[in-house]
């Protein structure tokens, strides 16, 4: 299998969903739970800052953007998965497999680009 953006191309959306669901799961299970108010403000940040960049990476494959404007807000993603993860690390298991899966997901399409553009 040759790697092209022709053949990968359907792993970028489907990336971009299993990070919208489980980041969306992990903020309404800890509005729920009642997990206290970081543990809310670090999920909802966490979302917040992914949906902000994903909107900018579609709005740059337009040519409306820079390619790269997309780039800061998945960094605050991945610094807010973070500081979630080490908020709950022993706490609540569920909930760091979440937030471990969206990582996984950014990270997978972080190594997407990087082969493709290679």
């Known amino acids: 299998m040759a790697l092209s953006a022709k053949v990968l191309w359907p ?5 971009l969903l299993i990070v919208v669901v489980c980041l969306t ?3 309404v299970y800890v509005v729920r739970r009642s997990s206290g108010t970081t543990a809310i403000w670090l999920q909802g940040g ?3 800052c992914y949906l902000l960049a994903a909107v900018a990476a579609i709005a ?3 040519g409306t953007m820079s390619a790269n404007i997309h780039r ?3 960094l605050l993603t991945q610094l807010a998965i973070a500081l979630a ?5 022993k706490k609540d298991r569920s909930l760091v497999l979440l ?4 990582w996984a997901a950014i990270l997978a399409d972080t190594a997407l680009h990087y082969l493709l553009t290679r």
């Open 72 to 74: 800061p807000f998945s």
């Open 99 to 102: 937030n471990v899966a969206a």
């Open 46 to 48: 966490a979302l917040a």
């Open 25 to 27: 799961w992990a903020l």
């Open 85 to 89: 993860l080490f908020h709950v690390w």
């Open 60 to 62: 740059s494959e337009r």
């Open 11 to 15: 792993l970028f959306p489907l990336l």
